[in-house]
T-cell receptor, first 117, second 110 residues
């Protein structure tokens, strides 16, 4: 069975500093994908970044980058130059091989980030 | 130009009632989903449809019945609502490397 673990329930970060959110996963599928989402207090789920298991380069999207370490089964999200608007809940998610499970996402428990001015 | 939309945003109803949530996407995706987020913020897949065909049903009670009239729409009908059905329900659509969520429907069963 697939499992996603986010060990940090909550964290504070100083504005303008970088923050790393941990995510480890467990799967026996050779092909999978890893996603990160942001959920602000308003409740919507905002897609941030995607990393495929066969991608050679770590994914980046603006201030977001994914530190993908396949052998360690980790996919940590790095947010650079934190802004007050980054305060939110962040979810790591994984999809397995589409032929076995569609593209359904399995989510971690989330990490709440609070950016301090 | 909304990508994934859901109505209503809030739904408050009594136990035993039947209610529906509608979802539409204009992204041209073949696959749509329903997820449930509980009070502890945990998100779990409920259903997945590909081109109007059910491909995932994650042991959801049969009081929940999804319907996809076309690949741009995936509605969720819930019969005989129970207190435990109170949650936020998200519709999503996507591909292997993207999945976009609707704004969510907060269902409160009294």
């Amino acid at each position: 069975a697939q499992k996603i673990t986010q060990t940090q329930p909550g964290m504070f970060v100083q504005e303008k500093e970088a923050v790393t959110l941990d995510c480890t996963y467990d799967t026996s599928d050779p092909s999978y994908g890893l996603f990160w989402y942001k959920q602000p207090s308003s409740g919507e789920m905002i897609f941030l970044i995607y990393q495929g298991s066969y991608d050679q380069q770590n994914a980046t999207e603006g201030r977001y980058s994914l530190n993908f370490q396949k052998a360690r089964k980790s996919a940590n999200l790095v947010i650079s130059a934190s802004q007050l608007g980054d305060s939110a809940m962040y979810f790591c998610a994984m999809r397995n091989t589409p032929s076995t499970a569609g593209n359904k996402l399995t989510f971690g428990g989330g990490t709440r980030v609070l950016v301090k001015p | 130009d909304t990508a994934v939309s859901q109505t209503p945003k809030y739904l408050v109803t009594q136990m035993g009632n039947d209610k529906s949530i509608k979802c539409e996407q204009n992204l041209g995706h073949d696959t749509m989903y329903w997820y449930k987020q509980d009070s502890k913020k945990f998100l779990k897949i409920m259903f997945s449809y590909n081109n109007k065909e059910l491909i995932i049903n994650e042991t959801v009670p049969n009081r929940f019945s999804p319907k996809s009239p076309d690949k741009a729409h995936l509605n969720l009908h819930i019969n005989s609502l129970e207190l435990g059905d109170s949650a936020v329900y998200f519709c999503a659509s996507g591909t292997t490397d993207t999945q976009y969520f609707g704004p969510g429907t907060r269902l409160t069963v009294l």
